[in-house]
């Protein structure tokens, strides 16, 4: 593996991903995490992530004691690479002024830039520098500022750099890291098959005989957790899938047949439909309506839950991605809060263990697994979609007759992005039954119709969001055909707003 110490840069995960990337297993410690727990990984390379500190501040984070004399190849990246040179006997300085954004590698040097030439872009971001260098070090790149761009140690594995190569502002970076892989010998044989051999080895290992729950929401985390348990506990598996009555049009029907596998015995759907709408009876307030979705949700599977439980079995699955586990943590630690925490909701005395076998998995590693588990694509590549259901997209009070337009409506919309091959263009698209009335003609009447909103944005995080640009042509088709197809709705607009300021939902 390869260990990646966490200093606290915003780019730490990306280094990880990267490097998985580049199909080689790593893991995100803490920076200051023991010798022990480091070996513990049995690692093959070290990486030093950049940070905010500076090195010479004794209150600087620093890898444990005794790290840099295992004779493990080591990348320090940013601060990584100052507490490199500065360990060694090199000497760091805060910098006249702050380097921060593009810069230009005018000259590099050795293996580290093996098959690079020319001119390289790569990301800078710090504002102390390198002033003197360790004894036997070389200095392997520079800037037009910066001459002390990267470093390289006299054993030939251990380099420092003092760009960032793991940002897309660094088009060349990901050829950088690579050959630091391979100086290292790191082994690189983190493929989704590889990955998926693991996982099950592992879950039958921790299971044993035993039984396991698992909530299916119909998302391609849960969903994608359900194939591979199946595959690798059979019938020890029971699925609980809780139909809320705010899905979208067929889509209990979709998640079914996507799951067929588990067999009919392993999938429990429970239709809990009326119970929520009750629950929701009018109520207007959306964080309402949210909080009211989720107690009952709580409900209805603590009940599954508790038969299960006594009937003997011991594990709840979940799935937990690795951006979740290292969010609040920058490594361990806290992880176990966030996951308790996740079971939410459950009562203390429903004792179960918990499974998380995508706990150091990305989302799109968990896309791959789907692929070789047989998850169906429109599963697989599916928007987002929020717990809460169509309950948030229905603005002011729930009642079946607008779930039933707004379903038919919302159909419309996706199967026709479906259609010009524009849903994967998109991050998140949904439709939105707003409570006004606007007036319309319909032969020589007069009508009153609902005002429908589409949405459909470009977003990397769901942080902030673009609005699509989608075809005006494809938006006059959808109009046309869901006034036509749904007399309810009288007029549809389509909503230009990005985020910030306006939220991806209404609600
Ligand atoms: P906003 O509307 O906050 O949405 O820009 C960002 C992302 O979060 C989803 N979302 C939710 N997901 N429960 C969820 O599970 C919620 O209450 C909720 N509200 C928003 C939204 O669909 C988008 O992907």
Redesign the pocket.
């Known amino acids: 593996s390869v260990v990646i110490l966490d200093f606290g840069s915003q780019y730490t995960r990306l280094i990880a991903r990267r490097v998985r990337e580049l199909r080689a297993y790593s893991v995100i410690l803490p920076g200051t995490a023991s010798l022990e727990r480091v070996l513990a990984e049995r690692p093959q390379a070290v990486i030093l992530s950049g940070g905010p500190n500076s090195v010479f501040d004794p209150s600087s984070p620093r890898p444990a004691e005794g790290l840099l004399e295992q004779g493990l190849p080591v990348l320090g990246i940013c601060y990584g690479m100052q507490y490199l040179a500065m360990a060694h006997g090199g000497r760091v300085e805060r910098a006249g002024r702050r380097e921060y954004g593009k810069a230009v590698l005018t000259r590099h040097e050795g293996p580290l830039f093996e098959g690079l030439e020319g001119e390289l872009q790569m990301w800078m971001s710090h504002s102390d520098a390198v002033t003197a260098l360790p004894e036997g070090w070389r200095v392997i790149a520079e800037t037009e500022e910066n001459p002390v761009a990267a470093v390289a140690a006299p054993d030939g594995r251990t380099f420092g750099v003092q760009f960032h190569p793991e940002v897309v502002h660094s088009p060349k970076g990901m050829a950088v890291l690579e050959n630091f892989l391979e100086l290292a010998g790191v082994r690189r044989d983190w493929t989704p098959e590889h990955t998926l051999e693991a996982l099950i080895a592992d879950i039958r290992a921790k299971v044993g005989k035993d039984r396991v729950l698992l909530a299916v929401s119909g998302g391609v985390d849960s969903s994608t957790l359900a194939l591979l348990l199946s595959r690798a506990i059979g019938s020890q598996l029971t699925a609980v899938f809780v139909d809320h009555g705010l899905l979208r049009l067929n889509e209990r029907h979709e998640v079914e047949q996507a799951l067929r596998p588990l067999g009919d015995e392993n999938l429990r759907v429970v239709d809990a439909s009326e119970q929520f709408l009750r629950a929701l009876k009018g109520v207007a307030d959306p964080e309402e309506k949210?909080k009211i979705v989720g107690r009952e949700f709580i409900r209805v599977f603590e009940a599954e839950a508790r038969k299960l439980s006594q009937e003997g079995c011991r594990w709840l699955a979940q799935g937990t991605l690795y951006p979740d586990v290292i969010e609040s943590a920058g490594g361990e630690g806290a992880a176990n809060i966030k996951s308790h925490h996740n079971v939410g909701g459950l009562p203390p005395d429903l004792n179960f263990e918990l499974l998380e076998p995508f706990r150091y998995l990305f989302k799109d590693e968990v896309r791959e697994l789907a692929l070789l588990l047989g998850l169906p694509e429109p599963i697989r590549m599916r928007h987002?979609?929020?717990?809460?259901g169509l309950s948030?997209r229905i603005l002011g009070e729930v009642t079946p007759e607008k779930l039933d337009v707004l379903r038919r409506a919302d159909d419309i919309f996706i199967s026709a992005l479906r259609d010009w091959n524009l849903y994967d263009s998109v991050s998140?698209a949904l439709a939105v039954l707003t409570p006004l009335q606007s007036v319309g003609v319909i032969g020589d009447e007069r009508s009153y119709g609902y005002v429908l909103g589409l949405r459909a944005v470009s977003t990397a995080d769901?942080m902030t969001?673009d609005w699509a640009r989608l075809p005006l042509d494809f938006l006059d088709e959808v109009a046309r055909k869901i006034t036509r197809q749904v007399p309810e709705v009288g007029r549809v607009v389509y909503d230009i707003t990005s985020?910030p300021p306006a939220?991806?939902?209404w609600e």
């Open positions: 949210r987002p979609f929020p717990g809460p948030i998140q769901f969001a985020k939220t991806i939902e």
